[in-house]
């Protein structure tokens, strides 16, 4: 079910990745698991039966209940991460239009639409009768509500539970709860095996790096949650930058010495092991010396939808290889 994405993906402007940074930081903090479905109703209601829909929308410590009257059939997504979802849980065909960063699955309808800074004319001149986003950047769901269109906010979420909670959220918003219920299941299962497979990393430091300037992503995202997932602990945590995602220093980075350096700036900024390893100082980092600096597929690894099962078990097999590798070594 979850697949790789066989086509590279489109590169993203550095400026880009800055401005999902900064709104990822600003939403980050009130996410949490919720439960989002109505346990009362039949198991398999026909689509007419499960609307009208009342779906909890944005973060948990500010959500709202919103209500959609009848199944949506042009669906308009600001937010890749949602984007993924929609496909994921069957929903696809339902979808008009997606935003300019939405690039898997293969295919999908992007357009022009921005969701750092959404006109909602534009939004509008898709006719939607559902908006999916991530932020309510611009007063978006006001200005849509003049229009009379829904819009349901998708936070960037902290934990698994959050993205487990947004799947099946979207599910009920889009006539496709049973489906989503299920995916969950599947990501559960793929999840909890991915970490059964991987051996014990506790006592193992890492550093992930989100742009050549050494920003990182720290334990308080959920990033650095699914890392936490294996055991690992992050050297941006004992950064003196206070942020969810510090911009370290070489020193800094050079002086904590991490065991596994994971690159998520190759596609966006062709970064790559061979550069890394040539970075001043940096051959006597442990990870440099070991061979275990990896690649990552930065949209993978900065999605908290359906591929986050991709994400777990890439971690997953440079584990098991680093302990082959190194004969059963850690920390």
Not at 256 to 270: E, G
């Amino acid at each position: 079910m979850h697949t790789k994405n066989s086509a590279r993906p489109e590169r993203r402007p550095l400026p880009a990745i800055l401005s999902l940074l900064l709104l990822l930081s600003l939403v980050l903090a009130g996410c949490g698991g919720v439960d989002t479905v109505d346990e009362s109703a039949d198991s398999s209601p026909s689509a007419d039966e499960q609307f009208p829909a009342k779906v909890l929308s944005g973060p948990v410590d500010g959500h709202t209940e919103i209500t959609i009257k009848d199944e949506p059939a042009r669906i308009v997504s600001l937010s890749p991460t949602a984007t993924e979802m929609l496909w994921e849980i069957g929903a696809g065909d339902q979808v008009v239009a997606v935003d300019d960063q939405s690039d898997y699955p293969k295919d999908v309808p992007t357009t022009k639409l921005s969701g750092y800074q959404p006109n909602v004319e534009a939004v509008l001149n898709y006719e939607p009768d559902l908006v999916v986003a991530a932020d309510d950047t611009g007063d978006l769901v006001a200005n849509l509500e003049k229009a009379r269109v829904p819009t349901l906010l998708l936070p960037a979420a902290e934990d698994l539970d959050e993205t487990y909670s947004q799947m099946e959220r979207l599910g009920a918003a889009t006539g496709h709860s049973d489906e989503a219920k299920q995916d969950v299941t599947d990501m559960r299962e793929d999840i909890d095996q991915a970490l059964a497979d991987a051996p014990d990393a506790k006592g193992l430091t890492y550093f992930h790096e989100l742009t050549p300037d050494l920003y990182s992503a720290s334990s308080s995202t959920f990033i650095g949650e699914v890392y936490g997932l294996f055991g690992l602990t992050n050297i941006a945590d004992k950064s003196k930058v206070k942020d969810d995602y510090p911009k370290l220093s070489r020193e800094y980075v050079v002086q904590a010495d991490p065991d596994l350096v994971f690159l998520a700036d190759s596609q966006c900024c062709d970064v790559s092991v061979a550069e890394v390893e040539k970075r001043p100082g940096w051959e006597q980092v442990a990870a440099v010396d070991d061979d275990q600096v990896h690649v990552v597929d930065e949209d993978v690894a900065s999605r908290w939808g359906p591929r986050v099962v991709d994400f777990v078990q890439q971690v997953s097999d440079i584990l098991a290889e680093r302990e082959t590798a190194l004969g059963g070594a850690s920390g």
